[in-house]
């Protein structure tokens, strides 16, 4: 039954096996350039690694999740789209895909969707508001893993947005073999000239190649493996009770 949690894996015999499933997770990333020294998928591998590592440690608690494939189909902003490979989606087409799976999952008699982000650019909220309107049945939540636990006592950078001591540490844990720091730029950037804009007074996309010369946010120097396992597992942690409470008790 090892990969009845993870539907990249999982064969029908193991699926059919469980009666039913509780929730469904869902990777959501971006294919965006991470400095010199991260995957382009970043994003994705990431939200993948921690939804399965939670969907695993949840089963101990009697709840049945399964983690669908990740997209790396993200929102990109205006600097980062010229760049080789950098994929961006547009909100219609997130939408299209996100309702798509939804439909799926429901015909199938799951009511439940969990979207693990690991992309800022990604905004899902405005579709889901749509969503639970006209499915007042089906739980569907967003969540951004890389936000929810204050970096604070886990990194040192101050400045750590895109590839940088967060994000480096945490695939450094879970797939080293994928860093090449030897690549890493100091992920220097700036921000807008009008306060406001910085404020949060007001806000408008970065034009990336105005703020970053190496795509990083970030200077990922101070990462380590052990910083990211720290971090990735009170995220982890985070997940299984919400997973928990989700499935197994009142919303209300
Ligand atoms: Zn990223």
Known sequence: MESSF???????????????????????????????????????????????????????????????????LGSQNPGQTGLPFCIHTRQETQKAV??????SLERAGIRRL??????????????????AIARPDF??????????????????????????????????HYHPELVRMEFAGEGRSRG???????????WAPRDWSRVSTDTGIGNPRASTPAKGAAYAEAVVARYVRLLRDVCQGDLY
Request: hydrophobic share 45%; charged share 20%; proline share 5%.
């Open 6 to 72: 993870n539907i990249e894996t999982a064969k029908w015999g193991e699926v059919k096996q469980l009666d039913h499933y509780d929730i469904a997770l869902l990777p959501w990333g971006a294919t965006e350039p991470h400095n010199g020294h991260l995957p382009y998928c970043t994003d994705v591998i990431l939200s993948r690694d921690i939804a399965l590592e939670a969907a695993e440690q949840v089963r101990a608690f009697g709840v049945n999740a399964m983690v669908l494939p990740g997209i790396p």
């Open 139 to 172: 739980l569907i939540m967003e969540s951004e893993w890389f936000a929810f636990i204050p970096r604070k006592g886990y990194f040192e950078a101050e400045i750590d947005d895109h590839a940088g001591e967060q994000e480096t540490s945490v695939m450094m």
């Open 98 to 103: 996100l309702e798509d799976i939804v439909s």
């Open 114 to 131: 969990l979207i693990v982000n690991g992309h800022g650019g990604n905004n899902f909220k405005g579709m889901i508001r749509d969503m």
């Open 192 to 202: 807008f000239a009008p306060a406001g804009l910085n404020d949060k007074t007001a």
